[in-house]
């Protein structure tokens, strides 16, 4: 079957770095999105990944390793604002996403 | 970047009567949209997905004759719920797909929450 794996919730602390982890299991493979999304509202979308290795845009960055079926989004110099559910979808040989649950990220001050 | 409009944002509705909920691809044509339902705390649920001039395909478990789709052109999708019951308020979203099925980033509408009292 088909499956996304990430951590439910993670903390951090504003400044710091934190890494969120995804890792899935598609009937075939077009590409590791994530997204943001902050309480009632929708998601908006940060990065896409379909060759392997790391991408970088500013504060956010996002790895896949497609041999490994893993992708992770890396959020540095964290601020308040970056209080989220992060969501990771993968999408399968038909074109359609497949959603992880979402890691809700806490930023303490 | 490609924008996605959803209207009403919010509805607050009876039991039993119908609500539509429109899905607007502002400054592209989405030949694909997509409809979500999101329930509290919990990932987004692919309800359906929309072609523009032909029926939509529904996912397993999503009835559709509750849950009416059309996509009567290039911009713009709707989602009728039909005879609204409670265990239907839900946040809904819809996403547009840009060119064809190589085309692979989804823009997403800003959703429309639904009550049903």
């Known amino acids: 079957g088909q499956n996304i794996d990430q951590p439910t919730e993670m903390t951090a602390t504003e400044g710091a770095i934190v890494q969120i982890n995804c890792t899935y299991q598609t009937s075939g493979f077009n590409g590791l999105f994530w997204y943001q999304q902050h309480a009632g509202e929708a998601p908006t979308f940060l990065s896409y990944?379909?060759l392997d290795g790391l991408e970088e845009k500013g504060r956010f960055s996002s790895f896949l390793s497609r041999s490994k079926g893993y992708s992770y989004l890396l959020l540095k110099e964290l601020q308040m604002k970056d209080s989220a559910s992060y969501l990771c979808a993968a999408m399968d040989s038909n074109y359609q996403l497949i959603w992880g649950a979402g890691t809700k990220l806490i930023i303490k001050p | 970047g490609a924008v996605v409009s959803q209207h009403p944002s919010r509805v607050i509705c009876k039991s039993g009567t119908s609500v539509k909920i429109e899905c607007r691809s502002l400054?592209?044509?989405?030949?694909?949209m997509f409809w979500y339902r999101q329930f509290p705390k919990k990932s987004l649920m692919l309800m359906a997905t929309s072609n523009e001039g032909s029926k939509a395909t529904y996912e397993q478990g999503v009835e559709k004759d509750k849950f009416l789709i059309n996509h009567a052109s290039l911009t713009l999708s709707t989602l009728t719920v039909t005879s609204a019951h409670p265990e239907d308020s839900s946040f809904y979203i819809c996403?547009?797909?840009?060119?064809?099925?190589?085309?692979?980033?989804?823009?997403f509408g800003p959703g429309t929450r639904l009550t049903v009292l």
């Open positions: 400054d592209f044509q989405a030949t694909t």
């Open positions: 990944n379909v």
């Open positions: 996403s547009a797909r840009v060119g064809g099925e190589d085309h692979n980033e989804q823009f």
